[in-house]
């Protein structure tokens, strides 16, 4: 159920409308990763494999983290405990969401736009829980515990280490502005619906507009 909510609430910040269920795709056999992933004790991973011109994904997620989130539903109550879990499972959905999305309009999206994609929606994500949550208080320690307290874990990374520093520099950026807008708004459907339109229109941008557009912002 929780990433079946998860898939909804990105269509709707969003605007992205998908006609798959992300709960389809999701296995949680360690066996149908590729071998060279498949012992790096990875939680998730999205296969995207084009076939005779179209897309065959799907998403591992590890059982272990499924039933953790089960047993402290992030949706009813996000906290320190189960905030890593959380952020994991939402960056599969995000990464299927992306591809799918993208896929359906016939775009190409690049590792470095699902992967900063991904980062914004944990921030965007989080910020909208917490203040659902507690209304009254706005998580003012977020920013920081996503984009400087958390850490590459560089045997994971492998390779894209570098990739995977660039895509959080630039969320961490477009993250500070958003923060700086909410901040500013009274109550958190304001401030949500204020920022929303940009969200959406950064959402459709292709990889280069996008980079662009971080570095301009203010």
């Known amino acids: 159920m929780l990433l079946r909510q998860l898939q909804d609430l990105l269509e709707r910040i969003y605007d992205v409308p998908l006609d798959f269920d992300v709960r389809d795709f999701v296995t949680t056999d360690r066996g149908q990763l590729p071998e060279a992933v498949r012992d790096s004790g990875t939680d998730e991973q999205l296969l995207v494999q084009p076939q005779a011109g179209e897309l065959a994904m799907s998403l591992f997620l590890d059982p272990a983290l499924l039933a953790r989130l089960e047993a402290a539903d992030p949706i009813d109550a996000l906290h320190g405990r189960n905030l890593g879990d959380f952020w994991t499972a939402l960056e599969g959905v995000s990464h299927f969401v992306c591809v799918a999305w993208n896929a ?72 500070g502005v958003m923060e700086r807008r909410l901040r500013r708004r009274g109550s958190d459907q304001a401030a949500q619906a204020a920022v929303e339109p940009e969200l959406r229109r950064f959402y459709r941008m292709p990889q280069r507009a996008k980079c662009a557009y971080i570095g301009q912002m203010a």
């Open 104 to 175: 359906r309009h016939d775009r190409d999206v690049s590792v470095l736009e699902l992967e900063m994609q991904a980062e914004i929606d944990k921030y965007v994500l989080s910020c909208w829980l917490l203040r659902r949550q507690s209304p009254q208080r706005f998580p003012v320690e977020l920013h920081s515990l996503l984009f400087a307290r958390t850490r590459i874990d560089p045997v994971l990374a492998g390779e894209r280490a570098g990739l995977y520093r660039v895509a959080t520099q630039y969320a961490s950026r477009f993250c």
